[in-house]
């Protein structure tokens, strides 16, 4: 079992900035490809940005291309989005997920395993 758990999210005016990190911890002797989801107030799930196990791979949603940024740490286990020049349509809860997933499943909530319980993110005009 893995527990990803989600930091920094928070209130920033539109144009801001924020890093948001995940800590996965339990079993991390399996290296895992991570992503990032959100899900605003009234609306489903969508994805946002993911990372392949080695790094190597990065995917985006057009919505948020050239703004964020996915990386990520394998020595400590931790995941990072970087969100830059934010909208207030960039308002959710975002969302950590971890999984054994095939590079062409990146984007898909489904072949995810384990979820963080969210972090809000506020983006104010």
């Known amino acids: 079992q893995v527990q990803p758990k989600e930091s920094g999210g928070g209130l920033v005016q539109a144009g801001g900035s924020l890093m948001l990190s995940c800590a996965a911890s339990?079993?991390?002797?399996?290296?895992?490809?991570m992503a990032w989801f959100r899900r605003a107030p009234g609306e489903d799930r969508e994805f946002v940005a993911a990372?392949?196990?080695?790094?190597?791979?990065?995917i985006y949603a057009d919505s948020v291309k050239g703004r964020f940024t996915i990386s990520r740490d394998n020595n400590e286990n931790t995941a990072y989005l970087q969100m830059d020049s934010l909208k207030p349509e960039d308002t959710a809860v975002y969302y950590c997920?971890?999984?054994?997933?095939?590079?062409?499943?990146?984007?898909?909530?489904?072949?995810?395993?384990?979820w963080g319980q969210g972090t809000q993110v506020t983006v104010s005009r």
């Open positions: 997920t971890a999984g054994v997933v095939n590079t062409i499943h990146l984007s898909e909530g489904f072949f995810y395993n384990y």
């Open positions: 339990g079993r991390t002797t399996i290296v895992y490809a």
């Open positions: 990372i392949s196990s080695s790094g190597s791979t990065t």
